[in-house]
C-alpha cells in the first residue's frame, strides 16, 4: 500500500464506508493522512468533579448513576439525560438527539468524559461531552469534522490503520541538515504526531513541521505559476500628455491616489515587461476610472483590450461608462454576454477578428466563446478573486504575454497580498473622492422592523431609492433566514403602491437587466435582491441598504454591499437585521463602528480565515491542510525569505522542495497546463 491507494483499501474500510469518506474529501490514503484533526481533547489531566471551573473543559473519570432517561421534547428534539459521580461530587450529564446512547450506557458503567461544566439552576451539568469508556487509548484524542455514518472512533481507528500500513512511507522533503538548521522533526514522525499526539510537546513539534512544510511549498508553487520574470511585453508609450488627454475625458478631478497609481501604471507600460499589477481601493475610490486609463492608453498605442467581469449587470453597466467616456474618442467597444444571441456574438467577435474592434467587454463568456483577437495587448479583469485560476489563466493566453491588471476592492493586507499574488505588482487606492459621504450603519432588532419601514417609506417619498438584500432566494427549512421572497411579498403589502422589483440569480439575463435598467431609471423605487448586486452597481439616487440576516454574511461582503448607497450626495443609510445572538451583534459593531474597507477587512480575515474570505479557487489557499495565512503570519513570511534565498545561492534541495510542490499542488498546475 502506498500513499496514493484509494481509501477502500485501507483495513476496515467497506465499500459504504469509503463513499462516506469521500463526502469529506478522502479519497486516497494520503487524503485521509492530510484530514487532520480539529481539535484535541486531552486526557492527560483527569479532575475530580469537585474541582471543576464553570466553562473550563476538562477530563472526569467518573460512575453512572442510574438507568439513563429519554425524554423525547418535541419532533426534532430529544435529550438523553443520566448522573455520574466520582466520589467527590455529581453532576448530570446531557446528550442532543443522540438516542442510541441510551443503549449503550448502563448504571455502574466506568467513563472518561471531556467537556465543559455549567451551573444551571440547582445542578452542575455537561452538555454533549466527548464519552470513552473506560480509559483513554491514547492520551490526546484526535476529533475530526464527520459526516453522517462516521463516528469519531471510527473514523481514528481508519486513520490509526492507514498509518500503520504506510508507516516511513512518506518521502522526506527536506535533508537531515536543512531540519537540523531550522528545527523541524522528521516527516513521518509529524503525521503520526499530528493525529496521535505523543505528548503535548510532540504535538507542537508535529504542528510546525508540517505548517513550515506546506507554506514552503505553497512558495515554491507561487513561484512556479509566476512564470520566470524574463517575459517580454508590448511596451506602451505613457507620457505626461496621455495622462493629461485621459484626465480632460473625466467628468471630476482625479484624487491624489488616483493619480498616483495611473503613473504607476504608465512607468509599467513604458518599461520592457508585461505589466502584472493588482488594484486595490475601498469601494467606490474610483478604481474603474483607472482600469479606463489603461484601456484608453492600450487603444492609442494601436492595440485591444479586454475587460472580464464577474456578472452580467457588471459588464452591462462597465459597457456603458466606456461607451459614455470614450464617445467623442473613435474608439470602437463591444460587449459579449450569455444573454447575447448567437449572431450578436459571432458579429461581435468578427469585428474583433478583423481588428474593427477596440475593447470588449463581457463577462466569463469571454473565455468560452470562440473570441480571437486582432493584438490583444491589454487584460483587465474586475473583482478578480471571483475568477479561478485556471479561467484568468485561459484569458490571458487569448494575446500574446498581454499586460495584466486586476482591480479589487476586497482589500487584503499588503504582506499577505504580496505573498499570495507573487511577482504581482500592487496599486492601493487609498484616498475616497471629495463628497463621498459616510453611511450611516445601524443593527435592527427584529422589534424595530416597522420603524424600519417607515423609515424606507418616507426615505422614497422624498425622492430616494432603497436596496433590500436577503441571503436565500426562497424559505428553505434547514436554513433559519428571510428569503428575498418572502421579504419581497411583505414589502408589496406594507409598501402598497410603491414600484417594487425582486432580483436573484436565477432569472433570466434579459429579465436581470431589464429589472436593473429599471431601477437605474428611477422607474422601481425599492429592489428586493440577493447578493446578485454586490459588486459594481451603481445608483446614486439610492439612499437605503437594508440586509437581512446580516449574521450570515461576512464583514467584507457586508461592506460592499453598503456600498451600493452612498454614492450620491443624500446622506445614505445601512439597515442590518440579525438574528445571531449577541456574539453576532457584537461582530456587526465592527462595521456600524467603520467605515474603513482595509479595517473591516483585517478583522473579516481574522474571523473567517483567508481560505473563505478569498475563495478557496483563486490561489491554493483552499489546498492547505495545516497553514493559515493569518496566523502563521509570521512563519508565511519566513519560508518566503529562505526560500527566495535559497533559489538565489543556487541551492540544490530546492528541486525537491519544487517537485513536491508540483506533487502537492497537482490539481493546481493542472488548471493552468490544461487550460
Not at 459521580?85 to 448502563?106: A, C, M, W
Not at 504535538?203 to 507554506?215: C, W, Y
Not at 541551492?651 to 497537482?666: C, S, V
Request: proline fraction near 4%; charged fraction near 25%.
Amino acid at each position: 500500500m502506498d500513499l496514493q491507494t484509494p481509501v477502500r483499501y485501507i483495513k476496515s474500510v467497506g465499500e459504504k464506508t469509503e463513499k462516506l469518506l469521500n463526502k469529506l474529501g478522502i479519497y486516497t490514503v494520503y487524503d485521509l493522512l492530510c484530514f487532520l484533526p480539529r481539535d484535541y481533547k486531552d486526557f492527560t489531566s483527569v479532575k475530580r468533579i469537585d474541582s471543576l471551573a464553570e466553562g473550563e473543559e476538562s477530563a472526569i473519570c467518573c460512575t453512572v448513576e442510574g438507568e439513563p432517561k429519554l425524554n423525547r421534547i418535541r419532533r426534532n428534539l430529544n435529550i438523553l439525560k443520566f448522573t455520574v459521580s466520582d466520589g467527590t461530587g455529581r453532576l448530570n450529564v446531557y446528550y442532543f438527539n443522540q438516542p442510541y446512547l441510551k443503549e449503550h450506557i448502563k448504571a455502574g458503567d466506568r467513563l472518561y468524559l471531556m467537556g465543559r461544566m455549567q451551573r444551571k439552576v440547582h445542578e452542575a451539568r455537561m452538555d454533549n461531552p466527548l464519552m470513552e469508556r473506560g480509559a483513554p487509548a491514547r492520551p490526546i484524542l484526535p476529533v475530526y469534522r464527520l459526516t453522517a455514518g462516521l463516528t469519531q472512533k471510527k473514523l481514528r481507528q481508519f486513520v490509526e490503520n492507514a498509518l500503520s500500513a504506510v508507516s516511513g512511507a512518506r518521502d522526506e522533503v527536506f535533508s537531515a541538515d536543512f531540519r537540523k538548521t531550522h528545527g523541524l522533526c522528521e516527516t513521518n514522525y509529524a503525521y503520526e504526531n499530528i493525529h496521535f499526539p505523543l505528548d503535548p510537546h510532540a504535538l507542537q513539534l508535529a504542528k510546525r513541521r508540517l505548517i513550515f512544510e506546506e507554506l514552503m511549498l505553497f512558495a515554491a508553487m507561487l513561484d512556479m505559476l509566476g512564470g520566470t520574470g524574463d517575459e517580454k511585453g508590448i511596451p506602451f508609450r505613457c507620457g505626461r500628455d496621455t495622462v493629461e488627454e485621459f484626465e480632460k475625458l473625466l467628468p471630476f478631478e482625479p484624487t491624489g491616489a488616483q493619480k498616483r497609481v495611473m503613473g504607476e501604471i504608465g512607468k509599467d507600460f513604458n518599461g520592457s515587461k508585461p505589466m502584472n499589477r493588482l488594484i486595490q481601493g475601498d469601494v467606490g475610490s474610483g478604481k474603474t476610472a483607472l482600469a479606463f486609463f489603461a484601456m484608453y492608453t492600450c487603444v492609442k498605442n494601436g492595440c485591444q483590450c479586454a475587460l472580464m467581469a464577474p456578472t452580467e449587470v457588471l459588464a452591462r453597466q462597465h459597457y456603458a461608462h466606456a461607451c459614455s467616456l470614450f464617445q467623442n474618442e473613435n474608439i470602437r467597444i463591444e460587449i459579449i454576454t450569455g444573454s447575447k444571441t448567437s449572431a450578436q456574438k459571432r458579429q461581435s467577435v468578427e469585428r474583433l477578428t478583423a481588428g474593427q474592434a477596440d475593447i470588449l467587454i463581457g463577462t466569463h463568456a469571454l473565455i468560452y466563446e470562440n473570441v480571437e483577437f486582432f493584438k490583444l495587448g491589454l487584460v483587465v479583469t474586475d473583482e478578480q478573486h471571483r475568477f479561478g485560476v485556471r479561467q484568468r489563466a485561459k484569458f490571458v493566453k487569448k494575446g500574446e504575454m498581454p499586460h495584466t491588471l486586476i482591480m479589487s476592492a476586497t482589500p487584503i493586507p499588503r504582506t499577505l497580498a504580496l505573498i499570495l499574488y507573487g511577482r504581482t505588482d500592487i496599486s492601493v487606492v487609498d484616498e475616497m473622492p471629495p463628497g463621498r459621504t459616510p453611511v450611516k450603519t445601524h443593527i435592527v432588532p427584529e422589534g424595530k422592523r416597522r420603524d424600519m419601514y417607515g423609515f424606507i417609506k418616507s426615505e422614497i417619498a422624498n425622492g430616494g431609492q432603497a436596496f433590500t438584500v436577503c441571503p436565500l432566494i426562497e424559505a428553505n427549512e434547514d436554513f433559519e433566514a428571510r428569503s428575498a421572497e418572502e421579504i419581497f411579498e411583505e414589502l408589496k403589502q406594507v409598501l402598497a403602491g410603491t414600484p417594487i422589483a425582486l432580483l436573484h440569480g436565477r432569472m433570466k439575463a434579459e429579465e436581470k437587466n431589464s429589472i436593473m435598467q429599471g431601477f437605474s431609471e428611477n422607474k422601481i423605487k425599492l429592489l428586493v435582491s440577493t447578493t446578485v448586486i454586490e459588486v459594481g452597481v451603481n445608483v446614486p439616487n439610492a439612499t437605503v441598504m437594508v440586509v437581512e440576516n446580516a449574521e450570515r454574511f461576512g464583514l467584507a461582503q457586508l461592506h460592499q454591499l453598503r456600498g451600493r448607497v452612498g454614492r450620491g450626495q443624500k446622506t445614505s443609510y445601512c439597515f442590518l437585521t440579525s438574528h445571531g445572538g449577541e456574539k453576532a451583534d457584537e461582530r456587526l459593531q465592527i462595521l456600524a463602528k467603520s467605515g474603513d474597507g482595509f479595517y473591516i477587512a483585517e478583522k473579516d480575515l481574522e474571523m473567517r480565515g483567508p481560505g473563505e474570505f478569498l475563495g478557496t479557487r483563486q490561489n491554493g489557499v483552499g489546498d492547505l491542510y495545516m497553514a493559515n495565512l493569518i496566523r502563521d503570519m509570521s512563519l508565511l513570511t519566513q519560508t518566503r525569505e529562505i526560500y527566495e534565498n535559497m533559489k538565489k545561492d543556487g541551492d540544490p534541495e530546492i528541486g525537491a522542495i519544487r517537485e513536491a510542490a508540483l506533487q502537492k499542488f497537482k490539481r493546481r498546475f493542472e488548471e493552468i497546463t490544461m487550460s
